[in-house]
């Protein structure tokens, strides 16, 4: 089955600076990869994804670029502020009939002020 | 709001018990999916269901079932309840069950005593 690794587990910034989160599949035949936001004690929240026929997408200030051949994904925040501060999680999706979404461990962002 | 309902928010309960979760889709979602999220850990996939059949199974335990009515609410069912399971519950549904994103529900947090 599809295993998502996710790296680093913390990261800690300062406000401003930019941050990027990396991810790697095992499952070449994985096709959707979309990624999550969560503050603490509260629900996951897409914030952006990417499917595989596509390198790189952007969305104001968070960037997610693909790399198919390497099988590894990656999140980029730039300008971080405090707001951003939260646990991220990528994650992977198999197509086909027994599909199902595949989650990393997560990253825990702090922004310092 | 994401559209998907959990009930109840919070659930104590003695070990050895039996506790159902249940969840309402997002208006026009078929799929249905079940997540177990322990104190700082990742999103463990359980089960998902798509138009009231079994679609995938993750690493659900045997004391735990659920299932897919037709009007596409879906039950946990959580039985021989151990410490262990103690955790945040969630529910997500997606519209097809394939690469289209998910969306979480706010949680039922299971305290087992």
């Known amino acids: 089955g599809e295993n998502v690794e996710q790296h680093p587990s913390t990261l800690s910034v300062q406000e401003g600076d930019s941050a990027v989160i990396k991810c790697t599949y095992s499952?070449?035949?994985?096709?959707?990869f979309p990624w999550y936001k969560q503050e603490l004690g509260k629900r996951p929240q897409l914030i952006i994804d990417i499917r595989s026929n596509v390198g790189e997408k952007k969305d104001q200030r968070i960037a997610v670029t693909l790399n198919k051949t390497a099988k590894h994904f990656s999140l980029h925040i730039t300008e971080t502020q405090p707001e951003d501060s939260a646990v991220y999680f990528c994650?992977?999706?198999?197509?086909?009939?027994?599909?199902?979404?595949?989650f990393g461990k997560g990253t825990k962002l702090s922004v310092k002020p | 709001d994401s559209g998907v309902t959990q009930t109840p928010k919070h659930l104590i309960t003695a070990t050895g018990q039996r506790v159902t979760l249940r969840c309402s889709p997002r208006s026009g979602d078929l799929s249905v999916y079940w997540y177990q999220q322990s104190l700082d850990q990742g999103l463990q996939f359980l089960i998902q269901?798509?138009?009231?059949?079994?679609?995938a199974k993750g690493n659900i335990l045997e004391r735990f079932s659920a299932q897919q009515f037709p009007d596409l609410h879906s039950e946990l069912n959580l039985s021989s309840l151990e410490l262990g399971d103690s955790a945040l519950y969630f529910c997500?549904?997606?519209?097809?069950?394939?690469?289209?994103?998910?969306?979480f529900g706010n949680g039922t947090r299971l305290t087992v005593t």
């Open positions: 499952d070449s035949a994985s096709n959707y």
């Open positions: 994650a992977a999706f198999k197509g086909g009939s027994q599909g199902n979404l595949i």
């Open positions: 269901y798509y138009n009231g059949e079994e679609r």
């Open positions: 997500a549904s997606s519209a097809s069950g394939q690469d289209s994103p998910l969306h």
